[in-house]
């Protein structure tokens, strides 16, 4: 065993390093793995919240729908996408689709 003295005066065990770098290591890997777990449970969270809203725009009647520039087929596209995407960004690009047109189609049309 290998002593050394540091810049402090204070004499210490080289043979000790080795293990405090390894509990770092394994420290660090720990956090990375919590993170990702608890990013992946985030992102579950906001998939279940945009379902839910998917749901409430649902419980919406037709004229309703209508108003916000929606129809029911809209809703069933959205509820086909895959779990974790955001069924509500497909709804907001059809509504924009369809105002883009109208407003396309007003600039158009002959006077």
């Known amino acids: 065993m290998e002593m050394k003295m540091s ?5 210490r065990s080289s043979a000790v390093a080795p293990v405090g770098e390894l509990m770092a290591v394994l ?8 993170g990702a777990g608890l ?7 906001r998939a279940m919240e945009r379902r ?3 749901n409430e725009l649902a419980g919406l009647d ?7 520039g929606l ?4 809703l069933r596209d959205a509820t086909a996408s895959p779990m974790l995407s955001d069924p509500t960004l497909a709804l907001a690009v ?8 109208s407003r396309l189609a007003r600039a158009v049309r002959p006077s």
Do not use: P
């Open 62 to 68: 037709d004229h309703m729908l209508s108003d916000i």
């Open 7 to 11: 810049i402090h005066g204070e004499i």
């Open 27 to 34: 420290v660090l890997a720990v956090a990375r793995t919590l």
């Open 94 to 101: 059809r509504v924009n689709e369809r105002r883009t047109a």
């Open 71 to 74: 129809t029911r087929s809209d």
């Open 52 to 54: 839910r809203t998917l």
């Open 39 to 45: 990013k992946a449970a985030a992102g579950v969270g």
